[in-house]
């Protein structure tokens, strides 16, 4: 499987943007997916996670209300939506791909398969 994650860039406080990430080889419906993020010198730290199916979300308490992700598996695309922003989510986001939501949150060291990574920037 080969993600490939964009959008992003820089972002005034409560502003928006959207996050893609096209599985470029593999089929989208096989998998979970989700979204994390990483700040210099931070560990990488789970964001937002959708099932196979899509009925079922999981978000971090920091992004909850304001991000969203969905998928669409006709595009084979991923998407996190963020409004809100706010200069704490300044970071690079990866989206991932495993079998289940649940473990993806829990368990993020068990996830095989990772983007390269887009940069947010949120300006105060």
């Known amino acids: 499987v080969q993600l490939q994650a964009s959008g992003g860039g820089l972002v005034q406080a409560g502003g928006t943007t959207r996050l893609s990430c096209v599985v470029s080889?593999?089929?989208?419906?096989?998998?979970?997916m989700g979204w994390f993020r990483q700040t210099p010198g931070a560990e990488r730290e789970f964001v937002a996670t959708v099932s196979r199916s899509g009925s079922i979300t999981y978000y971090a308490d920091a992004v909850k209300g304001r991000f969203t992700i969905s998928r669409d598996d006709a595009f084979n695309t991923v998407y996190l939506q963020m409004n809100n922003l706010r200069p704490e989510d300044t970071a690079v986001y990866y989206c991932a791909a495993y079998y289940d939501a649940w473990t993806m949150r829990s368990s993020p060291e068990t996830i095989k398969f990772w983007g390269q990574g887009t940069e947010v920037t949120v300006s105060s």
């Open positions: 080889v593999g089929t989208l419906a096989n998998y979970a």
